[in-house]
């Protein structure tokens, strides 16, 4: 194989650069000085005979030639990585690593608390950084910096595998002295109440309950919204306000909150969840412990029924592409 005296350790340095457009953050992100990764930046250039990045300002800007590197450069990392990982043997009991997990706090509330009590007891010395979902989920996935998302399935991405962890209902959720609200609740009740509802990082993106309603053509008069599921029924206790919430996040904030679960009035497609992960980990044997885990926790959550309803409406069209997660 001829590289033209290429040192392949170059690479690590060139993929930072790429990703950072930035000579200090580029250095600590791979633990090198400023002026060690100045010199190989300086190294690089000679070899590609092209400047990759150009200060301008305060900034430094890829050249075109830099922009096209980046893709096919951060695949060839995650193949020596997934590569070198495969080989390599993993004890739970003895292994020190980290993995960083992407999903709403719903998710992380449901099953990673579990989870995290399992990967304890089992790997004390594996470590756990979470991340509340964003809108670069894809990308980050893409580009390894996530080792798993958790997210429903039709947010999925069809270039990665992935496996359904468990499945969920949505529910209404009143304040337990709401008098307005019995043990049901019509569509057209439903519709004419206040609402608390979630919505996504800084695009605001609704969640899948709200892209359910927009898609059949039904609009809510949101009162409260909130950037996070599990401070919905909060929100929701000492108001007249209605909430839409996962029935397994609901069941368990009524253990600890004054709250009446009332089934939703209409039908509601279920919530699939999936885990999906980037395809070079397939048989990454870290990453195939943790799934390990993440399926049995999931299976131990069990089936759930789904809340009666009504009649289902007809859709209106055309139908909105849904945006949030």
């Known amino acids: 194989m001829d590289l033209r005296g290429l040192d392949l350790n170059l690479l690590v340095v060139l993929d930072a650069l790429l990703t950072e457009k930035n000579v200090t953050r580029a250095g600590k992100r791979i633990h090198l000085s400023q002026s060690a990764t100045s010199g190989a930046l300086a190294r690089l250039r000679v070899f590609f005979r092209d400047e990759l990045l150009i200060q301008t300002g305060r900034s430094m800007l890829l050249t075109p030639l830099a922009q096209s590197l980046m893709k096919p450069l951060r695949d060839i990392m995650l193949q020596v990585q997934a590569t070198v990982a495969a080989t390599a043997e993993f004890d739970p009991a003895t292994a020190e690593r980290k993995f960083s997990i992407m999903g709403s706090d719903y998710a992380m509330t449901v099953l990673m608390t579990e989870v995290l009590r399992q990967v304890e007891r089992e790997a004390p010395g594996i470590k756990v950084d979470m991340h509340q979902t964003s809108r670069r989920h894809e990308d980050l996935l893409n580009r390894g910096e996530i080792d798993f998302?958790?997210?429903?399935?039709?947010?999925?991405?069809?270039?990665?595998?992935?496996?359904?962890?468990?499945?969920?209902?949505?529910?209404?959720?009143?304040?337990?002295e709401n008098a307005r609200v019995g043990t049901s609740i019509s569509f057209e009740q439903y519709l004419a109440m206040g609402h608390v509802s979630m919505a996504f990082d800084d695009a605001r993106n609704p969640s899948f309950e709200e892209w359910f309603l927009k898609n059949y053509g039904f609009v809510r008069r949101i009162e409260v919204l909130v950037p996070a599921f599990t401070l919905v029924p909060t929100m929701v206790v000492g108001t007249n306000r209605i909430a839409t919430m996962h029935t397994r996040l609901a069941q368990l904030y009524a253990q600890y909150l004054p709250l009446r679960l009332v089934p939703f009035p209409i039908a509601i497609p279920t919530l699939t969840e999936t885990l999906q992960w980037h395809r070079y980990q397939d048989l990454d044997p870290g990453c195939l412990w943790l799934r390990g885990i993440l399926r049995k926790t999931a299976a131990k959550l069990g089936p759930i029924q789904p809340p009666a309803h009504n009649a289902k409406p007809k859709p209106r069209s055309p139908r909105p592409e849904p945006r949030g997660i």
């Open 149 to 176: 998302l958790l997210m429903p399935d039709i947010f999925t991405s069809k270039d990665h595998p992935k496996e359904t962890l468990f499945e969920d209902t949505h529910t209404c959720v009143v304040w337990t």
